[in-house]
């Protein structure tokens, strides 16, 4: 924590005690004049103000006075035209900390699928699963999985169910996949048919890339995309058999998770290098499914569809992308105001009930309302 005084003893409380969160009146002018969000100097970032990029300084002061009434975030980082113009930690986060960022995993296996089709050694979206499981093709119980394509592992449309649907997939979950998982996780529906929210397929797209690319998934990422962004990540949880965890289970710093979020703002390219293809960037940003989750999550969520392991989020008059993790983590790129939201939070381990979804739903929504607000561009 960086805070020190009478603030940073209000903000604990405040913190501590989620009474006040959703407060119909909102937050007076002392409230907001009171509120500090200056990120840090650091050569990771080019620091400045929210005044200096057009984006109204009580905005984001509101922005994160409502973050301090919440009960479970660690990190907020605002990033606008590429410079850091908002900062702040608050109880159980840093600004070094290594975030367990769950599911937001996904949209990172998602840009490493892309890469791998450039370079040559995943064959592309219409290649079939099982070229890359050779070894289970005869032990499928359902031959209708060996019509499931990389892209429809991508979309969420291969036909294998939402794990929290029963409680026997959700035991799968938490038990951990291998390869044989493809074969054990029986399909909900026809591959191409329609949508669900699938832990698997996330995790066999990584396998499939580690074993068509031959090479460890956290390695083929430190050397495509880790290392030209400049990150450094944490632990990536391995499955049974040595696979990287495709669905979750990925530590970084909230500072990173926005350097990806500008990496696919700024059409992949870092630095003068094309590091993501930025037609990979444009088709995992098309919305092959409307209406892709299964409540209402607040009030400024219009709209939401799926493209490849990426959200697609109306909120008032803008549309922005969003990388999803349980707990509320999340990077959210609006590109019609070149502007990158990252959210760290308690990944809420096996939470998965009513209390769990309400603190996630509030940490989600904290980012929609604050979007929503914000003018057109």
């Known amino acids: 924590m960086r805070r020190s005084g009478p603030l940073a003893l209000a903000g604990l409380v405040l913190a501590a005690a989620g009474a006040l969160a959703g407060c119909a009146s909102g937050p007076s002018a002392e409230d907001l004049a ?8 650091g050569d990771d970032w080019t620091v400045s103000t929210p005044a200096a990029h057009g984006l109204d300084p009580d ?23 590429g410079e850091l113009v908002a900062e702040e930690y608050f109880p159980g986060g840093r600004l070094e900390q290594k975030a367990l960022i769950q599911s937001a995993t996904k949209s990172f296996t998602g840009a490493l699928v892309g890469i791998a089709i450039e370079e040559g050694c995943v064959a592309g979206l219409d290649e079939p699963m ?4 050779p070894e289970l093709a005869d032990r499928l119980d359902d031959p209708r999985k060996a019509d499931i394509t990389i892209e429809q592992l991508l979309q969420f449309r291969a036909g294998y169910a939402w794990e929290e649907s029963s409680d ?15 074969v054990d996780v029986p399909l909900a529906r026809d591959p191409g048919t329609g949508w669900d929210y699938s832990n698997l397929s996330s995790h066999l797209l990584s396998i499939a890339t580690s074993r068509g690319c ?44 926005a350097r990806f979020g500008q990496l696919y703002l700024d059409g992949g ?24 989750w299964y409540s209402k999550v607040g009030d400024n969520f219009d709209r939401t569809a799926y ?9 008032g008059p803008h ?32 939470d998965h009930g009513g209390g769990g979804w309400g603190l996630e739903k509030a940490n989600l929504n904290l980012v929609a309302d604050f979007v929503a607000a914000l003018p057109a561009g």
Do not use: C
């Not at 026997?168 to 390869?179: I, K, M, S, T, V």
């Not at 031959?214 to 995309?225: I, P, R, S």
């Open 59 to 81: 905005a984001v002061a509101e922005l994160y006075w409502h973050a301090w009434r919440l009960e479970s975030i660690h990190g907020l980082v605002v990033v606008k035209d």
């Open 307 to 315: 493209g490849y392991q990426w959200w697609i989020i109306d909120a």
């Open 130 to 133: 099982m070229t890359y499981f």
């Open 269 to 292: 390219v870092v630095d003068g290098e094309q590091v993501v293809p930025a037609a990979w960037i444009e088709d995992s940003w098309t919305a092959y499914t409307e209406g892709a």
């Open 168 to 182: 026997e997939l959700l035991a799968d979950l938490y038990q951990g996949f291998r390869p044989s998982s493809l």
């Open 34 to 41: 009171a509120v500090g969000y200056a990120p840090e100097d």
């Open 319 to 350: 549309t922005y992308y969003l990388a999803w993790g349980h707990g509320g983590q999340q990077i959210a790129v609006v590109p019609e105001l070149d502007l990158v939201v990252a959210v760290t939070a308690d990944p809420l381990r096996g």
């Open 214 to 257: 031959d090479a460890d998934l956290l390695d083929f990422a430190n050397e495509h995309l880790f290392g030209p962004l400049g990150i450094e990540p944490g632990d990536w949880t391995q499955d049974w058999e040595g696979y990287r965890y495709g669905l979750g289970e990925l530590h970084l710093r909230a500072r990173d998770m």
